[in-house]
């Protein structure tokens, strides 16, 4: 069995066609039906009729992954898709071979079935050498280093994840996979996110959403440590926070995603509060459940995951108390943005 991460679009726009479908889906919507292909070669002469301005070993690069997309990835072996509109990740199993649908939108038309086993793995419950792996810069890659299929197969399963011994720490990788380029702004999230996973446990992160809620410009009242009735922060906006919209607010700092009752319980205690909106904050994720009825509740309520609180935080960190950026230290950084 093998490892293959599999993405859904450059800004994960496909993704919800993925898991509904029970589909794996990628875009190169230049290149037509490849059901037919038997050989490299004959999938290089496409590609290049296909791409005739990209250079030679941009071609080889688009052919190795759809060839692994073709052909390498097997009935049985795992997928995981990193989401990009949530911070989890999802897993299936290959169900079938390589099929072209034409009625998908253009940037999905290239298939494989698969049965997604689990949609909902946040990422902090990942080790930061998996986050590194499934951050490569790739549309589809093998992902082998570290004994990562058996691993990523125990999380699953709700197994404990197995360690590494330290001899295995870098060893075992797959052929070319050290060079894959790596997404800059997935790797460096995922290092705040492992960060202040550690750092802000328990009360410590309602007293982390509560720095940032300050930042943009909420009056707050959070929680002491201890029972909360059902609520961690009260905000409002105007100089004493009698001003809407006026925010309850219950922080969840488990790794595990939270199910529709906590979404529930926080309407009916933002109705006590007489709070005109909600803020659910849930380190580790919300079910699919959730995820449904919050679109009924737009108007009323958000939900944040690791990944929302993080871009929070980053949006407003020069706003951020000096106290707090020294536990929090981050630096901006420019890089060069160069082409997939």
Known sequence: MALWLVRAGRSGEYEDLALKSGR??????????????????????????????RLKNAIFNIRGQLWAFLKRIQEGDLVVLPLKTRSVIAVGKVAGPYEYNSDNPEGARHTRPVEW?????????????????????????????????????????GKPMP??????????????????????DEYASDQIRSYIGRKFRGHELTRLVTEVLKAQGYRVLMSPVGPDGGIDIIAGRGPMGFDQPRLCVQVKSSDTPVDVTVLRELKGVMDDFKADQGLLVSWGGFKQSVI?????RFFEIRLWDAGDLVNSILEHYDQLSKDLQAELPLKRIWALVLEE
């Open 292 to 296: 449904n009825d919050s679109r009924r």
């Open 117 to 157: 086993m689990r949609t909902d793995i946040p990422r902090s419950a990942l080790d930061q050498d998996l986050l590194y792996s499934i951050g490569a810069f790739m549309t589809v890659c093998q992902i082998q280093r570290n004994k990562a299929e058996e691993r990523i197969r125990a999380l699953v399963q």
């Open 163 to 184: 360690k590494l011994p330290l001899q295995d720490s870098g060893e075992d990788m797959a052929e070319g996979e050290p060079d894959v380029p790596l997404n800059l």
């Open 24 to 53: 794996a889906l990628i875009g190169f919507d230049e290149v037509p039906d490849l059901s037919s292909v038997k050989s490299k070669e004959e999938l290089f002469d496409i590609l290049r009729e296909a791409y005739p301005d």
